[in-house]
């Protein structure tokens, strides 16, 4: 499955939540699903798979990842000592782009990747242009010094869509990035049951 390039605020309003990643619009307008009869979706008893399902959608579109990507992350998190769920979590805000745009440096995480592929990136000052690189605790995560004034970059930094999470400490001389703990479950920045996702995929891997 393709990455989505369609309507962002359109997706948002079918699941029912703000997907900073996706979009720095807002449902709070217009909170009903898209549609002539989408008021009165919202009245409708859901199924328990559309639940599970729509917490799965919000990963896929909110990180910009593949149905295979995520499923390869499952799998990783399977591996996992503590809750598949809270690792789950944890492996896609430690996705380069993730980090990029949590750092302030792009508006969305589809930006941020846009900004590692086109080699505008450093880890630990070497250029890294693959957007699922997993950033690890004590890497440095900075952009080159020529695109520091790209309009994206600049225009960001001045309005970030999020304020920084706390598991990143800033060095606002340098414009640096650094991963100072991995992120936890709670740190995800919308609502989400991650118990549904694991519980959508247990019959499916």
Do not use: C
Request: net charge positive; aromatic share 6%.
């Amino acid at each position: 499955m393709s990455r989505f390039t369609g309507p962002r605020l359109r997706v948002m309003r079918g699941l029912g939540v703000d997907l900073p990643g996706l979009s720095r619009k807002s449902t709070e307008s217009r909170p009903n699903p898209p549609g002539q009869h989408g008021a009165k979706a919202t009245r409708r008893r859901r199924s328990d798979f559309s639940i599970k399902l729509g917490e799965k959608q919000k990963l896929r579109f909110n990180y910009g990842v593949t149905e295979r990507q995520l499923r390869r992350l499952m799998l990783d998190a399977r591996k996992s000592d503590g809750p598949t769920g809270n690792y789950l979590l944890e492996l896609l805000e430690r996705r380069l782009d993730n980090v990029v745009f949590r750092a302030g440096f792009a508006p969305t995480i589809l930006a941020a990747r846009q900004l590692v592929s086109h080699r505008h990136v450093r880890v630990n000052g070497r250029i890294v242009n693959i957007p699922s690189v997993r950033v690890k605790v004590g890497d440095e995560i900075s952009i080159k010094p020529e695109s520091v004034n790209l309009p994206i970059v600049a225009g960001t930094l001045q309005d970030m869509p999020l304020s920084r999470p706390e598991w990143l400490s800033w060095n606002e001389e340098t414009h640096t990035a650094k991963l100072a703990h991995v992120p936890a479950a709670e740190d995800v920045p919308f609502p989400i049951d991650a118990q549904q996702v694991v519980e959508y995929y247990s019959n499916r891997l």
